[in-house]
């Protein structure tokens, strides 16, 4: 009964100072990045955040762009946006999994990541999955990132709590 399945949806997190978040986008299959895009640009301003936007070559590069922008930039939260769609080699398998494991990594080291990185079978799939007026992916990475930007926000004084601190700070 495809369609008829409902899915519960966390309110829209609020804030007193705007988040300011990343795209980070592989656009190898450019009008699924463009949908996604425009689904988790439209979901950070619902929310009345900022973002700015890099584009990588492909999806194994989102992490690294995200730790490097980690280190160097003042970033509250990340978006990870792409699509891999299943070929006639496993580069498949290792495309998905490496980049969902590190995105994982970087989540476990306290980064706020939402990731839209679409893994699909076809084209098809992939369509559905990335239009905002239909699973609208993109729009759901971006509210799961804001809803873990509230998250680290509630529990600290909103500084980045990871890492190593010099000795008096």
């Not at 519960?8 to 990343?22: G, M, V």
């Not at 950070?44 to 590069?61: D, F, Y």
């Not at 290792?94 to 989540?107: E, H, K, M, P, Y």
Request: hydrophobic share 45%; aromatic share 6%.
């Amino acid at each position: 009964m495809a369609g008829t399945e409902t899915h519960y949806t966390l309110p829209r997190p609020t804030f007193d100072e705007a988040p300011k978040l990343l795209i980070v986008v592989a656009p190898y299959y450019k009008d699924i990045a463009d949908d996604l895009i425009a689904g988790a640009k439209a979901e950070i301003e619902a929310a009345g955040a900022t973002w700015e936007i890099v584009e990588v070559p492909g999806a194994l590069e989102v992490p690294t762009a995200i730790r490097i922008a980690d280190r160097t930039a003042d970033f509250d939260g990340y978006v990870a946006l792409g699509c891999v769609i299943r070929g006639e080699t496993t580069h498949y398998e290792t495309v998905c999994n490496d980049s969902s494991r590190a995105l994982s990594t970087l989540g476990l080291a306290g980064l706020c990541i939402g990731n839209g990185i679409l893994t699909v079978e076809n084209r098809d799939q992939a369509v559905v999955r990335a239009a905002v007026d239909q699973q609208n992916k993109g729009g759901g990475a971006a509210a799961a990132a804001l809803h873990l930007i509230a998250l680290g926000r509630k529990w600290t004084d909103g500084e980045k709590q990871v890492g190593f601190r010099p000795v008096g700070a």
